[in-house]
């Protein structure tokens, strides 16, 4: 009881470190990238129990029960449906040996423990998921505004000003096809490469 107790007061009890990307390869999270489409893993955090993976597409969770369980369950959270918010790090008191990651994807908060002595790197990925969040929400918006403007085009038409059925449907094809390349391309950014690259100092 008093060692468990100990533990979780000098922040012990199961903190996390970053992994290196020479041993990504030796992750469990590796195994559960999509390689085949291009993602690449840009940022690791390991514990005893679990893994945050972060790549150019999602963050992958591998979840432990304990860490003396074999047992994993794997989240996979894709940042063009899963939205980072609230982001930041809780630096460690006096006689605390970690630091805490806290962000939040949609409304599910995280907290990361990791030891205080990768700091440094801490921030560079404090600044990737700032960053992401701020595309996600600047998304958002656009995908908002198209749909506005649909409700304004459509008030400009009326069914019986079209000539034919065949009008109609090519219009309304037209229009279909217009929107959903403005929602899934230019409105909704799916690999944040350029976002790691950036930030993320190897």
Known sequence: MFKKFAAEALGISDIGVIISPKDYDKVDSDDYLFHEDGEKIYFLIKSKKDEYCF????????????????KRRVKRYEYYANHFSHVSIETAGTIDLDIELKFSINDQPFSIDINKNYIEALKDIYKALYTIGKYQQKDAQGRDNALRCLDAVSSMYKLTSVESDAALIGRYTALLDNLNTTMQQRFTKRDFSDVFEKYIRS
């Open 55 to 70: 790549t150019n597409l999602s963050l992958i969770h591998v979840d432990g029960d304990s860490a003396v369980s074999s």
